[in-house]
């Protein structure tokens, strides 16, 4: 059918949780993003398919800027991060505090959890809200005891992060990134570094945060839950953004395209 | 062996006993703050004071404590620069010449030991900080420092040790430590065996203890190590039915 569907068009009404132009990012010779467009609406759930070396983790990391993208704007909830040409190439943020702010309200799980080491499960979810936020530490342990009561982990607040289980640590991570009451919540392959026995817990933590309304973006593997989740489906390739659109319409049968092959496996 | 001189020479040794702690003690501390200066120096790669550190940490650490101490107790009085500076009220004085070389030497040895460590934070750990809108000093005082400084706790443990040990090195210009006095009883008495004797039991015991406050140290900092996995637990008691 159409393949190259355009990006979704921003709603004039109501404006792009995450809007991102013209996006390039290259690792020396090799150019990873091609220059990306892409938004997200408040509340959308996008899950971003696309084999491996095809960009989807750099894109996510551009998007808070874990990594500088070399032409491009991102904008998360109206407010653009600056970037200013630096010397000898490259561009860097005009305003470091204001891309610390961004960050803090953008949540993001990684592959590999990355929870610290040297902290509780309890420390680590109330690290950032009474240290970025500045927020009362009472408030902060009983917000952190609720989230981990809905991530299922209750009973493993006073844990160190190496005693638990993959599935528990991912848990514990998300709700780490909950605790900033993020705009968006980042999600880059959150169950593939799991035990396949455990990766149902996690994705089942994911699925309730979508029917809340959060705003979320999900690189992922797991096809059956990306077209049973998301509202929009956008498939990358070589640093291309090749089909992008609702569940039904890119998976629809019949769709001879590269993202119906990748589904093929 | 004559015990009743060793009991003896024991108690002459006990006032040389503040003096090496002392010395070790302050030395530690100071190093300890300079190591970390300079370890942040090279890890973050701050031109040009990185290149001072480099060539800083190669020269004490190829050169021999005891001659950077006589370079520094007998050579800096041969320029007039420092005789006439505000410095030569401390450096014409053996212990701060003492001080300062023992400082120099564990800050090079620590601050190798704590970029190692710096190095080895995983950068995803990092990268989650930042992800959380953490930077800077923040960031390092919350989640670097903290991680590497588990990580540097056994090695620094063991500078520790030998720094206690280096501090008898001062007594060859003239401080009454344990091993400056015990120098001293050997010269009135000619019986080093004894004295030396009498002056490694003290130092076993300062290491001994030193040993186990830096154990104490890494149990306090690691709490998830404190008692055993039950996997090792049942590896544990397996070995006790199989012997
Ligand atoms: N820090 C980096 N330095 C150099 N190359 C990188 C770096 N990060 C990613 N790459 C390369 O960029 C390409 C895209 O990576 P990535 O965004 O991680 O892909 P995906 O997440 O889709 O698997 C890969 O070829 C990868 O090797
Ligand atoms: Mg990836």
Same mark, same amino acid.
């Given at each position: ?117 040297? /902290? ?13 936020? /500045? ?14 009561? /809905? ?115 | ?163 206690? /040990? ?78």
């Amino acid at each position: 059918m159409n393949q190259m569907t355009p990006p979704t068009q921003p709603d004039p009404i109501q404006p792009s949780a995450v809007s991102v132009r013209g996006l390039r990012k290259r690792y020396g010779a090799l150019e990873v993003l091609k220059g990306i467009d892409f938004d997200a609406r408040r509340g959308e759930v996008v899950s971003i398919l696309g084999s491996s070396g095809s960009g989807k983790s750099t894109l996510l990391r551009c998007i808070n800027m874990l990594e500088i993208p070399e032409a491009g704007t991102v904008t998360v909830d109206g407010t653009e991060i600056a970037l200013v040409a630096q010397r000898g190439g490259g561009r860097r943020p005009a305003d470091a505090r204001a891309m610390d702010r961004m960050r803090a309200r953008i949540g993001m799980v990684f592959q590999d959890f990355n929870l610290w080491s040297h /902290k509780t499960v309890l420390g680590n979810v109330i690290e950032a809200p009474t240290h970025v936020q /500045k927020r009362p530490r009472a408030d902060c342990i009983a917000e952190a005891r609720a989230l981990l009561d /809905k991530v299922g982990i209750a009973d493993k607040a006073d844990q160190y992060p190496a005693r638990l289980s993959g599935g528990q640590q991912q848990r514990a991570a998300i709700a780490r990134a909950l605790a900033m009451n993020p705009t968006v919540m980042l999600f880059d392959e959150p169950t593939s570094a799991l035990d396949p026995e455990l990766v149902g817990e996690v994705l089942r933590v994911i699925r309730a945060l979508a029917e809340e309304g959060r705003t979320m973006l999900i690189v992922t593997h797991e096809i059956n839950f990306a077209r049973d989740i998301s509202d929009t489906v956008v498939f990358m390739n070589e640093g291309v953004i090749e089909e992008s659109g609702p569940p039904e319409e890119v998976f629809a049968p019949g769709n001879n395209t590269r993202l119906a092959r990748f589904i093929e496996g | 062996m004559d015990f009743e001189f060793l009991g003896q020479t024991f108690l002459k040794l006990l006032p040389g006993i503040p003096v090496t702690l002392e010395l070790a003690t302050v030395s530690l501390l100071l190093g300890a703050c300079l190591a970390l200066v300079f370890a942040v120096i090279r890890v973050r790669r701050i031109r040009p004071l990185n290149w001072l550190v480099i060539g800083y940490v190669y020269v004490f650490r190829g050169t021999p404590l005891l001659v950077q101490l006589f370079i520094i107790y007998y050579g800096l009085a041969q320029f007039p620069e420092i005789r006439n500076s505000f410095a030569w009220t401390y450096l014409r004085e053996p212990y701060w010449c003492a001080l300062l070389a023992l400082v120099l030497n564990t800050a090079a040895y620590g601050s190798e030991i704590l970029r190692g460590a710096l190095l080895s934070v995983p950068r995803g750990q990092i990268m989650a900080a930042q992800a959380c809108g953490m930077s800077g000093l923040l960031l390092f005082r919350r989640i670097s420092f903290p991680i590497a400084l588990r990580q540097a706790l056994p090695a620094y443990g063991n500078e520790f040790i030998l720094m206690i /040990k280096a501090t008898s090195l001062a007594s060859l210009v003239t401080l009454a430590d344990v091993t400056g006095i015990a120098a001293r009883i050997i010269a009135e008495t000619y019986r080093p065996v004894e004295v030396f004797v009498a002056a490694g039991t003290i130092y076993l015991t300062i290491c001994y203890g030193l040993i186990l406050l830096v154990r104490l140290a890494e149990t306090r900092l690691n709490p998830d190590q404190r008692d055993p996995a039950p996997v090792a637990r049942v590896g544990a008691a397996r070995k006790e039915v199989t012997p």
